[in-house]
């Protein structure tokens, strides 16, 4: 039917005016349905030229969460000892010594940042701990969603949401001994 309609339109057409060549081409190769067309300056008010600004060239995949201990974190072949905040380029200290330490300020440096971050994943430890209710209304009307996790499943989820780059952080305090991955050789 699709082709009955398309015939019937070329027909009327070739009867109003239009001709068609011999040449081989596309069958709507009227003027009316080329894109060839190209606006000049004097055309149109709307002409404008395109520029772009490379800001930054992309990385690699980011960073990435190689392992934990109870001593800190291997961060792409880094050693950081203690608690850090993970904000891709950057990995720095944060000083909280456990998740009762987590406040408004120990978390203003998240939502200072530019780019703005989407999500921050919050590893508190061996498991999940409650996080005081001000620090997560803070960073809710900042527009920064937050997850809150122990540290292995937080080192995890950070990872997840850097492959898919996203605009993450993370803040992870190690776990104690009793729950970090060990190695032994036997």
């Not at 001593?71 to 792409?76: H, T």
Request: some cysteine; aromatic content about 8%.
């Amino acid at each position: 039917m699709a082709t009955a309609v398309c015939a019937r339109f070329l027909l009327q057409r070739s009867t109003h005016g239009f001709l068609f060549s011999s040449r081989a081409g596309p069958a709507f190769s009227s003027p009316l349905l080329s894109r060839a067309h190209r606006l000049g300056p004097s055309d149109d008010e709307i002409y404008q030229r395109t520029s772009v600004s490379i800001m930054q060239k992309e990385s690699g995949s980011g960073i990435i969460i190689y392992s934990y201990s109870s001593r800190g974190f291997n961060i792409d072949g880094n050693k950081v000892f203690g608690p850090c905040a993970v904000l891709p380029p950057a990995i720095l200290q944060w000083n909280v010594g456990s998740y009762k330490d987590i406040t408004e300020e120990s978390v203003s440096l998240f939502h200072m940042l530019e780019p703005r971050i989407e999500i921050l994943v919050l590893g508190t430890g061996a498991r999940v701990e409650r996080i005081n209710p001000s620090v997560l209304a803070l960073l809710k009307r900042k527009g920064i969603a937050v997850e809150v996790q122990d540290t292995p499943n937080a080192c995890a989820t950070f990872n997840f949401l850097i492959s898919e780059r996203r605009a993450a952080a993370a803040a992870l305090i190690p776990p104690p001994v009793s729950t970090a991955l060990t190695t032994s050789q036997e």
